[in-house]
């Protein structure tokens, strides 16, 4: 559709063999009035290189891939206006652990858009709305940009927090949410993730059937997990033969993903704080950095999401 609208907009204007697929794969998230405010803009400006060569604007003027960039400087999706729109830069590789919550995802994004037959052979409905949840620092942002990187489709990151908080417009915003969700219906395409630290203070009525087909914990890393996660961020670094990353990651219970991280990364500013010119990371730089450290999770905090798990009126997996 979009393809065909860019197509529409400028018929009257030669293209001058610009690739067209390359344009229209920039336009994630553009509707028909920002498709149309878009080619105005790329026309404009190629009139106005005509204008500046003292060329025929009639006869010379055609688009170029510099017209497409100056309009795409201008002119944003009208979805975007308040929100962030991204494909993510992020892998399933880029996390670590969590095997089983990733296998759930990739069903839930990957299966629809490989096997659509499938699905409409079984009469099965794709997911229209994900719940991820569990502590702070456990990837779940993460895995919902991981997921829409898989899919290549954009992903728009709203905040709660970003928005007044007021409780009328906390309502407005949940009235709001609700009505688009229950819209999604007749949408195709359209999968609706949410992350919360809080599940126990979501509202009802976000977690009826039908909104959130499926509602996914995403625990603290297991200490294989915390082994993955260290390899995943210590991959460009070059380890001295004494670094035990499997005795770290047993000495690091309860250290949630960017916990580690951040462990990884204060690591390594500890080697150049010793020497500016270093190339190597020693065990003790390791054990310094962990020994100024202590988790902020506590056991009390992850025996409340497994409550919440076992009290809840859905399936939570």
């Excluded at 991959?235 to 951040?262: I, N, P």
Aim: glycine fraction near 6%.
């Amino acid at each position: 559709m979009i393809y065909f609208s860019v197509v529409l907009y400028t018929r009257k204007i030669p293209r001058n063999s610009c690739d067209l697929e390359s344009i229209v794969a920039s336009c994630n998230g553009y509707v028909g009035a920002d498709l149309w405010a878009l080619c105005r803009e790329a026309i404009k400006s190629a009139i106005r290189r005509s204008l500046i060569a003292k060329k025929d604007v009639k006869k010379d003027s055609s688009l170029t891939i510099e017209d497409w960039k100056s309009a795409s400087s201008l002119v944003q999706p009208s979805i975007t206006r308040g929100i962030t729109v991204e494909i993510p830069d992020v892998t399933w590789k880029d996390i670590g652990g969590l095997k089983d919550v990733k296998t759930k995802l990739k069903q839930a994004v990957e299966w629809p858009m490989n096997h659509p037959a499938a699905f409409s052979r079984l009469g099965i409905t794709p997911n229209r709305g994900i719940l991820l949840h569990g502590p702070p620092g456990c990837s779940k942002t993460t895995l919902a940009k991981a997921a829409a990187n898989a899919a290549n489709v954009p992903f728009f990151s709203l905040r709660g927090d970003s928005s007044s908080s007021s409780s009328a417009a906390d309502e407005r915003l949940l009235s709001t949410l609700l009505t688009e969700m229950d819209g999604l219906e007749e949408a195709k395409g359209v999968l609706v993730f949410a992350a919360t630290n809080r599940p126990y203070l979501l509202d009802a009525a976000l977690m009826r059937p039908g909104r959130f087909d499926m509602i996914l914990y995403v625990p603290p890393p297991d200490l294989e997990g915390r082994l993955e996660i260290l390899n995943v961020h210590t991959r460009r670094m070059k380890l001295q033969s004494d670094v035990d990353l499997r005795k770290l990651a047993e000495d690091t219970e309860l250290f949630t993903g960017a916990e580690l991280a951040g462990l990884c990364r204060e690591v390594g500013t500890t080697a150049l704080r010793e020497n500016i010119d270093a190339s190597v990371v020693f065990n003790r730089h390791f054990q310094i950095v962990k020994n100024a450290l202590n988790p902020t999770l506590t056991k009390e905090a992850t025996d409340s999401y497994s409550s919440f798990r076992k009290t809840s009126s859905r399936s939570v997996v």
